[in-house]
């Protein structure tokens, strides 16, 4: 069974940065594809980025290009995703989720959810 854990969101001002970290369990052998996916208030659930066990490639939605980076750490089984300049906008609830193999850009594709964490961006 796998489990996703999500922990480092918080309150932070505008500009400023935050580390989540999603801390992965239950994998059997195989590929997996891990992504951050977040949901504003009153908004759809929406894809950020993600990271492939394949070969490590990695994806970014357009608005965080530049400013956020996901990684891995394998002897951990955790995924981060380091969030600098960050922006009112990108309030939310994050969640990490997974998938076999490749990462993909449908949230339907994703078959195991974290249970989120908050991130607030506000002065």
């Known amino acids: 069974q796998v489990q996703l854990v999500e922990s480092g969101g918080g309150l932070v001002q505008p500009g400023g940065s935050l580390r989540l970290s999603c801390a992965a369990s239950?994998?059997?052998?195989?590929?997996?594809?891990i992504a951050w996916f977040r949901q504003a208030p009153g908004k759809e659930r929406v894809g950020v980025s993600c990271i492939s066990s394949r070969d490590g490639s990695t994806y970014y939605t357009d608005s965080v290009k530049g400013r956020f980076t996901i990684s891995n750490d394998n002897a951990k089984n955790t995924v981060y995703l380091q969030m600098n300049s960050l922006e009112p906008e990108d309030t939310a609830v994050y969640y990490c989720?997974?998938?076999?193999?490749?990462?993909?850009?449908?949230?339907?594709?994703?078959?195991?959810w974290g249970q989120g964490t908050q991130v607030t961006v506000s002065s």
């Open positions: 239950g994998f059997t052998s195989g590929y997996y594809a």
């Open positions: 989720a997974s998938k076999r193999d490749s990462c993909t850009a449908s949230i339907r594709d994703y078959n195991h």
